[in-house]
T-cell receptor, first 110, second 114 residues
Framework: GIQVEQSPPDLILQEGANSTLRCNFSDSVNNLQWFHQNPWGQLINLFYIPSGTKQNGRLSATTVATERYSLLYISSSQTTDSGVYFCAVGLTGGGNKLTFGTGTQLKVEL | NAGVTQTPKFRVLKTGQSMTLLCAQDMNHEYMYWYRQDPGMGLRLIHYSVGEGTTAKGEVPDGYNVSRLKKQNFLLGLESAAPSQTSVYFC?????????????FGPGTRLTVL
């Protein structure tokens, strides 16, 4: 199956700092999603981004499908950004199944 | 809209007991999924469904059964619980083939098997 690697595994930031999270995957995909799991366990979809670049407020994401990686940018980080960020990939059709990475644990401190 | 809801939120079972987890969505989504999340391992797909009356195995289906008798509901059953099934269980839904592939998650069920 598809292998998904995320880096770094852990990250501590001061409030206001910027960060880049990376997701590498082992095979061609046409479905890539980024999720944020908050400290209470809720999973929120951030981006559906199989290719190209998208922005939503302080967050943006870029996927270069031909080189098999995706980046999630967090600018001007806030304590509410803390939690785990997951990248998930797959192929559309056949159930739209996703394979998740093991996540990046982010802690934003005052 | 409530989105995706899960019942119960917490449950403790003894080895060998059975239980059913209920997932409900009010977004008229076609596809539904059950995942489990273990510490340090991300989420793994247990079973999924691409429509009412259809189910299929995911990555880790052993020890679980599912049913989708109604489009809005997806049930996950454990017939004889084992300590290895202690985990947090998440349900999700999405709307292909005509809608978005984005998956929306429920709040999770924390299950402990003693």
């Amino acid at each position: 199956g598809i292998q998904v690697e995320q880096s770094p595994p852990d990250l501590i930031l001061q409030e206001g700092a910027n960060s880049t999270l990376r997701c590498n995957f082992s095979d061609s995909v046409n479905n890539l999603q980024w999720f944020h799991q908050n400290p209470w366990g809720q999973l929120i979809n951030l981006f559906y981004i199989p290719s190209g670049t998208k922005q939503n407020g302080r967050l943006s994401a870029t996927t270069v499908a031909t080189e098999r990686y995706s980046l999630l940018y967090i600018s001007s980080s806030q304590t509410t950004d803390s939690g785990v960020y997951f990248c998930a990939v797959g192929l559309t059709g056949g159930g739209n199944k996703l394979t998740f990475g093991t996540g990046t644990q982010l802690k934003v401190e005052l | 809209n409530a989105g995706v809801t899960q019942t119960p939120k917490f449950r403790v079972l003894k080895t060998g007991q059975s239980m059913t987890l209920l997932c409900a969505q009010d977004m008229n989504h076609e596809y539904m999924y059950w995942y489990r999340q273990d510490p340090g391992m991300g989420l793994r797909l247990i079973h999924y469904s691409v429509g009412e009356g259809t189910t299929a195995k995911g990555e880790v289906p052993d020890g679980y059964n599912v049913s989708r008798l109604k489009k809005q509901n997806f049930l996950l059953g454990l017939e004889s619980a084992a300590p290895s099934q202690t985990s947090v269980y998440f349900c999700a839904s999405s709307s292909p083939p005509r809608g978005t592939d984005t998956q929306y998650f429920g709040p999770g069920t924390r299950l402990t098997v003693l």
